[in-house]
């Protein structure tokens, strides 16, 4: 039996683990990816320490410093079900079980779907979610960006470099995102902008072909082979029951990423802390791991 399992290694589970790996914590991490939504960042230009570093490159890093530590893991392992039973926390993946003391939840979020016709038929044949992972596939064609936040933005000036035509497409009347992001966006010739606009319906054949809108009271067809949606995410939270969270999914904690559960904590953006950023989640990781740490001291 482990003293902590770290579920998550994105920006707040890596922090986690490094401060349980140098307080000298029994712990394990299962998490299906390391780097989480960081990795999925083209430009980040506000993580202390560097004035410019892509999510991928700073994905790296973080496993670079995680491996600096003999560290277990179970990479590609997603948890279904995690619950306490008397004093012992148990977690259940697709490929087995585990127990520990304590736990810490870092699962993150999960890209909220758009709900219309045709998303689920043509996802990975046109339809992403991730234009770091999947924009140079559409090299020198007209796509469609569907958001008005930073993360529709952050995939606008990637596609810049990348796609002949954008069309962003955002339902809200103007958008969101901060201010020198729109303006790049606005003075390149490739980028379209519609405002108050609804996506109806993502057709095609084999692979997506276009995009039914409307606006204006009047609905449209553009012509597009790739479309990237960027609405938001979802707290990745699903596989714990009967723990407190609010109205939208993320997990309550307290100052001590304390969760209603005594001896499982949680942090980053799966919880309800305020500003869902990397240093933001890295910081609530390191408390997590801190109180986790003192949780364990009082119970031996």
């Known amino acids: 039996m482990y003293d902590l399992i770290i579920i998550g290694a994105g920006p707040a589970g890596i922090t986690a683990s490094v401060y349980a790996a140098r307080k000298r914590i029994n712990f394990l991490i299962i998490t299906r990816d390391i780097g989480g939504q960081a990795a999925l960042s083209y430009d980040i230009k506000n993580y202390v320490g560097y004035q410019f570093i892509t999510g991928p490159a700073l994905a790296q890093k973080f496993r670079e410093h995680l491996e600096q530590f003999n560290v277990e893991a179970k990479e590609g392992e997603s948890v279904t079900s995690i619950s306490k039973e008397g004093d012992i926390v148990k977690v259940k993946t697709d490929k087995g079980e585990y127990t520990a003391k ?23 044949r046109g339809v992403t979610y991730c234009a770091t992972c999947d924009g140079p596939l559409f090299a020198d064609k007209e796509v469609a960006v569907i958001g008005g936040g930073n993360s529709a933005l952050d995939a ?54 276009g995009i039914k809108i409307s606006r204006e009271g009047k609905e449209e067809n553009l012509a597009v082979e790739g479309i990237f949606i960027e609405i938001g995410s979802t ?40 500003a869902k950023q990397i240093i933001v989640a890295c910081g609530e990781g ?15």
Request: charged share 25%; net charge positive; glycine share 6%.
């Open 235 to 274: 707290p990745s939270s699903d596989f714990i029951k009967n723990i407190e969270k609010n109205e939208i999914g993320e997990i309550v904690v307290n100052c001590l990423c304390e969760t209603s559960i005594p001896g499982i904590f949680a942090a980053g953006d799966v919880t309800n802390v305020y």
């Open 102 to 124: 304590t736990a810490i939840i870092a699962s993150g979020r999960v890209p909220r779907k758009l709900g219309v016709e045709g998303e689920k038929e043509f996802k990975n």
């Open 286 to 300: 390191a408390k997590a791991a801190l109180a986790s740490f003192e949780y364990i001291s009082k119970i031996k």
């Open 156 to 209: 606008v000036l990637q596609l810049i470099k990348i796609a002949k035509k954008i069309y962003l497409i955002n339902i809200g009347p103007k958008l969101r995102a901060d201010p020198i992001m729109v303006e790049k966006a606005k003075n390149s010739e490739k980028v379209v902008i519609y405002n108050s606009t609804k996506v109806e319906e993502i057709n095609g054949d084999t692979f997506v072909k």
